[in-house]
């Protein structure tokens, strides 16, 4: 019963880490980005604070004598201070702002999620040893019950990061959510201490044991727990952005590619457990074993570089909608399984071989785990930072492979050496010939999703994997001059580099609008440079200084491509491009705005959503001045209108004085507001179209006077207002326009026809 119930502490406890994990990742984006260097960041806290505590805490033990009641204080601990960091992580990037520090660098956000995070993951992290040191007590059994302990861990967190992202932030958004991880922590706790006599008197036959002095250790298995932790990150990582593009950079694509890779090792673990395992002599098992993971990740590389080809075949089949979706994710499960697997029966594994000695297990497996954790968290450092931005994530996972295989070479004897040869020969040949990733491939099947793509023939003129993604530049040969900016295949902008005067109408809107509601505008800013349209628009005005902020430098450069190796507005002194987080380049500003515009990725995207939020808006209000201006450019194409509704209540909600313009043809919304009265004037308007250039671009949208480009008015503030009367506002907690798929059939009358929605209450005029 004793272990019974323990395993269960453990489900519960793996479960709770995970939805933390799942929800500090999502609430660090906030105020530190969602690039794989910013995931990497916060990989990498929530590892070191596991690593350091599971290091603790078999000092932890010797001085307080009684690891289950250490236990229960820890549970109970990570619940209080779950609940006590949760204000700061909130407003991190407020606080960061206030930092005497000119830009929040990578390395200083470290620092500061690191002093954050410190205390529950380090209070997470000694969980797993201090349970181990309450249950094993037994040296036959020390092997099957550290892979029992740590497959039940396991299912816990996978139990964790599926309920996380597809229910419970959905349902109970980011704040509701930790409730729930910490009310597990407590029911624990509380189990634990209701539970306490029984577990003594079972606690006490091995209580002298488990202080014993001697430390008789295997050290090569430290380097196995190194290598494993150090690789498994890695491929996490690698595993993640890659396969992102396919599931969606959304909450939901997280937490299933996380899931997918702990229900991996969870099974891996329970191999483990079998007695047929126990049976092997452990320095052979790790031997192989980190032979066949070798073998393992590179089958895994060589089925990501085939799964464009399945992912087409699995888009033919004629099933219902939840199979339709269900099946690639099985697939993608089965690719990784094998890796996963065999991460989990290492653990376990070299655990067990580093400390054979039962006396001394208790002492020794917190700084075993340690290493591996510490291992993981430079893995992930080194993946997110530099091989993945730098050189690419086939690089990553076939280098990844190599290490694996090169380090069973510590357990080869004389008359192993041949197998070593052997299968070192087949992964060369492996490697040689089986798939690699093939980032346009990867790119073209997500855009035949759409089914024009089926009908004409197509061109990719760059690639680049890069930190939120990858960035691409497509044209279709039916309409070779435009070129279309892509994010994991998704469009976010194009060019016409046949006529550098006809742009994207909205986002040329999106720049020259403001101008027309605060003429004597000096200072702006642009959210997102996208192919460079709203900036231009801005410049083709007496506007004096054009601040641009792009989160991604792969952006630019893709841009570069298009116009021979330079911006469209590089030669513009007034336009200053930075690469940065827009949240944290607003907040750090020490001087106000009169035009601040945004025109994020869609809304749904992780990223996105954080700059469609009521805590984004108001931070935009405190930077405008007294006449300032904000745009928000709203995409229609892909949201529901509940979504839109909720964007629109969150921006009439902060935002005094509204109006909006709406371009049907490409189902485009766009929101202007301000704190003081906007009145479009007649000759302020006319000014703005006849500019020497944007007079340009506007005749080839039959914008000839201003009477015509009143055509693309749509709402008022009061209108608008009651267009989404009691819709809830969009905020960094509920992740309302992120997280619509999981409410989009439960509420009542919702539909993605937006346009249908926006037209049955737009003017008659609007007709564009």
Not at 252 to 258: K, P
């Amino acid at each position: 019963m004793v272990d019974w119930a323990l395993s269960l502490f453990l489900l519960l406890s793996g479960a709770s880490a995970l939805i933390y994990q799942v929800l500090w990742v999502r609430l660090l984006t906030l105020s530190i980005g969602s690039t794989s260097v910013s995931i990497s960041i916060i990989l990498s806290v929530f590892f070191l604070g596991l690593g350091v505590g599971s290091y603790f805490a078999a000092s932890l033990i010797k001085k307080f004598k009684n690891p289950l009641k250490l236990y229960i204080a820890a549970e109970a601990g990570i619940a209080l201070s779950a609940i006590l960091i949760l204000p700061l992580l909130l407003n991190l990037d407020y606080f960061i702002s206030l930092l005497p520090i000119v830009e929040a660098g990578v390395w200083i956000k470290f620092f500061v999620v690191t002093i954050i995070l410190f205390i529950p993951t380090f209070l997470i992290g000694t969980t797993f040893p201090l349970i181990v040191a309450v249950a094993v007590h037994n040296k036959k059994e020390v092997g099957q019950k550290l892979a029992h302990f740590y497959a039940f861990n396991s299912l816990g967190a996978v139990a964790g990061a599926i309920s996380s992202g597809f229910y419970l932030i959905p349902n109970f958004a980011l704040d509701g959510t930790l409730y729930v991880a910490v009310m597990l922590n407590i029911s624990i706790a509380v189990a634990g201490v209701a539970l306490l006599g029984h577990f003594n008197s079972s606690f006490k036959v091995q209580q002298r044991r488990l202080f014993s002095n001697t430390a008789k250790t295997n050290k090569s298995a430290l380097f196995v727990l190194f290598i494993t932790g150090f690789t498994a990150l890695a491929t996490e990582v690698g595993w993640m952005k890659f396969l992102i593009v396919y599931t969606g950079n959304t909450i939901y694509g997280f937490s299933m590619i996380l899931a997918m890779f702990i229900a991996g090792i969870t099974i891996g673990s329970f191999i483990a457990k079998l007695k047929i395992i126990s049976k092997i002599e452990t320095e052979k098992l790790l031997f192989f074993g980190l032979i066949l993971l070798a073998l393992a990740l590179l089958s895994a590389r060589a089925g990501l570089g085939a799964f464009p080809e399945i992912y087409e075949r699995l888009n033919t089949l004629e099933v219902g909608a939840f199979a339709y979706r269900w099946s690639k994710y099985f697939v993608m499960f089965l690719i990784l399984l094998p890796a996963s697997a065999m991460f989990g029966l290492l653990f376990p594994l070299a655990l067990k071989y580093y400390s054979p000695n039962i006396d001394t297990l208790h002492a020794n497996v917190g700084k075993a785990y340690s290493v591996n954790i510490i291992a993981g968290i430079m893995g992930s450092i080194v993946a997110g930072f530099w091989v993945i931005p730098y050189f690419s994530t086939d690089l990553l996972l076939s280098a990844a492979a190599f290490i694996v295989l090169v380090s069973s070479f510590i357990f080869v004897k004389s008359n192993t050496i041949i197998y070593f040869v052997g299968f070192f020969s087949v992964a060369f040949a492996m490697n040689f010939f089986l798939p690699h990733l093939d980032y346009k491939k990867m790119v073209e099947i997500v855009i035949s999703r759409d089914s024009k793509a089926h009908m004409q023939m197509s061109n990719m003129h760059y690639v680049k994997e890069s930190q939120s993604g990858i960035i691409s530049l497509y044209s279709y040969d039916i309409d070779t001059c435009i070129v279309r900016i892509l994010r994991n295949g998704i469009a976010e902008s194009w060019v016409d580099v046949c006529n550098d005067y006809n742009m994207p109408f909205s986002e040329f809107l999106l720049g020259k609008i403001p101008m027309m509601l605060n003429p004597s505008a000096k200072k702006a800013l642009i959210v997102g440079f996208g192919g460079g349209t709203t900036t231009r628009a801005l410049s083709m005005s007496e506007i004096e200084s054009i601040d641009v902020v792009e989160i991604d430098p792969a952006v630019l450069d893709a841009v570069r491509t298009i116009y021979d190796g330079k911006l469209p507005t590089q030669n513009d002194k007034r336009v200053n491009v930075k690469i940065n987080d827009a949240r944290n380049t607003i907040l750090m500003s020490k001087e106000s705005y009169d035009i601040i515009v945004s025109q994020p990725s869609h809304p749904w995207l992780m990223g996105s959503s954080n700059i469609v939020s009521r805590e984004f808006f108001e931070i935009v209000k405190s930077k405008l001045s007294h006449n300032g201006v904000s745009g928000q450019w709203v995409p229609l194409s892909k949201i529901d209108t509940a979504t839109l509704k909720s964007i629109i209540t969150t921006y009439t909600d902060t935002f005094t004085h509204v109006v909006s313009f709406v371009n049907i043809s490409a189902s485009d919304f766009l929101l202007f507001g301000s704190n003081a009265p906007m009145v479009i004037e007649y000759e302020a308007v006319l000014k703005e179209i006849n500019n020497k250039d944007a007079k340009k671009v506007f005749e080839s949208h039959n914008i000839k006077e201003p009477e015509d480009l009143m055509g693309y008015f749509a709402l008022s503030k009061e209108q608008l207002v009651e267009i989404s009367a009691n819709s809830e506002p969009a905020t960094d907690l509920n992740l309302l326009s992120e997280t619509f798929k999981s409410r989009y059939e439960t509420i009542e009358g919702n539909s993605f026809d937006t346009i249908g929605f926006l037209r049955s209450y737009l003017n008659k005029q609007v007709v564009k």
